[in-house]
């Protein structure tokens, strides 16, 4: 579950670049508009990214990691749906925000998790696939 989330929040990146285009045939705004689709996720994801943490220490991992797993996900359903061009950029700085929660959620989950060196670098490891596997199944879903 861990790892999902992970390759959630790395497979959205990509999958956004890919659906780009046909994102601004659809809502009709222009080539210097184009950046704000994405600057929006990451502004909100930097910048409350350390705060996620501290959250998360504060007030649960668990719960802040499922908070920010459904609220990114009804973000990115939102997105999907979007009709306007705010309604778009709105959607992916909510993403960015509840993804500053799931991530470090995420990540002091697994830590806390597996104590054991052994079992800890493994599942790292297995945490650390996510970014590799993101481009191609964005390739592939972004085509459907």
């Known amino acids: 579950m861990l790892g999902i989330a ?15 285009p046909s994102a601004q045939r659809s809502l009709g705004f222009d080539d210097g508009d184009r950046q704000w689709i994405v600057t929006a996720y990451a502004l909100a994801f930097g910048s409350l990214l350390l705060l996620g943490g501290r959250l998360a220490d504060l007030f649960g991992r668990k719960r802040l990691f499922l908070i920010g797993l459904i609220g990114f996900s009804i973000a990115s359903a939102v997105g999907g749906a979007a009709t306007s061009f705010g309604m778009l950029v709105t959607a992916r700085a909510v993403q960015g925000m509840f993804g500053a929660l799931l991530a470090p959620a995420a990540l002091s989950l697994l830590s806390t998790t597996f104590t054991r060196p052994s079992e800890r ?22 085509a459907f």
Not at 125 to 135: D, F, I
């Open 6 to 20: 992970q390759l959630m929040v790395v497979l959205d990146t990509t999958v956004v670049n890919i659906a780009l």
């Open 121 to 142: 670098s493994k599942a790292f490891a297995s945490m650390a696939r996510s970014p590799a596997v993101a481009p191609p199944l964005a390739c592939c879903s972004a």
